[in-house]
């Protein structure tokens, strides 16, 4: 059952368009991650999926309720928000047990999601005192507080070093699969993302460019680019073009893009033979993320 369904969501700021028909879906039980650089319009998203933002087009459900004019929709999705900020000079027990009160949830789960999230130990420290990866970990607490049955975590990871990311990432799974939370989580790094969740949606410029299981991704991302070094780039390039569809010429090299880097190998060797080419080194170099998005443009 979706949970969370948006359908061809436009919105302007200006004359940015920040997100342009975009559509997803979470489902229950789902970990989605929603990935892209920076400005690619994931904080946008994720606001017009709450109803905090007004959409210029489109729909939202949210727990079937339409967020914007509903927000009874968002009473059992939990939020963590891009850079959270809380007050540093309460202890963290204490912060929580005011999101408690605001909520109407009993004290006791205080304690309890402090558990959930391995910061109980600090339940007295002043929040000023947290490191980077205990305060994204307060901000999840803070989140769950009133048990949500969907939790949205805009770059979660961010700011944290490669341990601290991974370990909220193992927090997420955690709260996914032993909790039963379905997660919609952004990121700009989809390696590490890729872990976790069962479904990617990659956003480049307001649109969701590829959508699939991460293994589907990581077919995607097979794309390899091949380097040729070469006497004559331009002569060459235009040779390899009328074998592949996207040449390159970068300075004194030339960037093939292709999912088979044997052929191009061959081709070049080939041509080596055939037209005299002279090549000085061929390599092949692993598509980034940044790159795969190119590609959608
Ligand atoms: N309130 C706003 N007013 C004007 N432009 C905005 C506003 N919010 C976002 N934008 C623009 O919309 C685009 C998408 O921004 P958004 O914050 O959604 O991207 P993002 O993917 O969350 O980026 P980041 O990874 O940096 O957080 C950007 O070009 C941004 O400058
Ligand atoms: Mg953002």
Redesign the pocket.
């Known amino acids: 059952m979706p949970i969370l369904e948006a359908r061809g969501l436009v919105k302007r700021?200006?004359r940015?368009v920040?997100?342009n028909n975009l559509s997803i879906t979470v489902s229950e039980g789902d970990i989605v991650g929603l990935i892209?650089?920076?400005?690619?319009?994931?904080?946008?998203?994720?606001?017009l999926c709450l109803g905090i933002l007004r959409r210029d087009r489109g729909e939202v459900r949210l727990f079937g309720y339409d967020p914007f004019y509903e927000p009874k929709s968002r009473e059992k999705v939990g939020v963590v928000f891009?850079n959270p900020r809380f007050p540093e000079a309460l202890t963290v027990e204490k912060m929580l047990s005011y999101t408690a009160r605001i909520y109407g949830v009993e004290a006791d789960r205080v304690r309890e999601v402090l558990k959930i999230v391995g910061l109980y130990e600090k339940r007295n420290a002043l929040i000023k005192t947290l490191s980077a990866g205990q305060k994204q970990r307060l901000a999840l607490a803070h989140a769950l507080i009133h048990e949500p049955l969907l939790l949205i975590a805009?770059?979660p990871t961010s700011n944290l070093d490669p341990i601290g990311r991974s370990e909220i990432l193992d927090l997420l799974s955690t709260l996914n699969k032993d909790y039963g939370i379905t997660i919609f989580v952004?990121s700009?790094v989809l390696p590490e993302l890729a872990r976790i969740v069962n479904r990617v949606a990659l956003?480049s410029r307001?649109q969701i460019v590829f959508q699939g299981t991460p293994s589907e991704v990581e077919e995607a991302l097979k794309e390899k680019i091949v380097r040729i070094r070469a006497k004559d780039v331009e002569d060459l390039a235009k040779m390899l073009s009328e074998y592949f569809d996207r040449v390159e010429v970068r300075g004194a090299s030339i960037l093939v893009y292709t999912d088979n880097p044997g052929e191009v190998y061959r081709i070049v060797g080939e041509l080596m033979v055939k037209r005299n080419v002279v090549v000085y080194g061929v390599e092949s170099l692993e598509v980034q993320l940044e790159e795969l998005l190119r590609k959608y443009r």
């Open positions: 700021f200006g940015i920040a997100v892209g650089p920076n400005g690619a319009g994931k904080t946008t998203t994720i606001r891009e805009d770059e952004s700009h956003i307001g």
